[in-house]
């Protein structure tokens, strides 16, 4: 139905930045929510970002608010996370997720998620 595939990731060293892009194919939603989680090793998969249908109503995780920006074009068919001033804390696979509505159920909650990308590595050395 919803195909999510993912770009971007890569290496970088602490303070830089990179671009992940998702591109979004298929029966998509009228309104829907877009997202990135991320999962490190060893670690539960952790909510970073959400942007709702209009594109301009957004949230984040503590620990990346004020680094990271979601955004998408205005069919939500690319959503991108550009993340600024990396961690090697942010080190993790990143994936982005589709659900049918912005409100609703928790965003911090995968399974509350209905569709998800195969995942980018981003990794930030010291």
């Known amino acids: 139905q919803v195909q999510l595939v993912e770009s971007g990731g890569g290496s970088v060293q602490a303070g830089g930045s990179l671009r992940l892009s998702c591109a979004a194919s298929g029966r998509t939603f009228s309104n829907p929510a877009m997202g990135w989680f991320r999962q490190a090793p060893g670690k539960e998969r952790e909510f970073v970002a959400g942007i709702s249908w209009s594109g301009l109503v957004t949230s984040y995780a503590d620990s990346v608010k004020g680094r990271f920006t979601i955004s998408s074009d205005n069919a939500m068919k690319t959503v991108f996370l550009h993340l600024n001033i990396l961690k090697p804390e942010d080190t993790a696979v990143y994936y982005c997720?589709?659900?049918?509505?912005?409100?609703?159920?928790?965003?911090?909650?995968?399974?509350?998620?209905?569709?998800w990308g195969q995942g980018t590595q981003v990794t930030v050395s010291s």
């Open positions: 997720a589709a659900r049918q509505a912005y409100y609703g159920t928790s965003l911090s909650q995968p399974s509350n998620w209905r569709y």
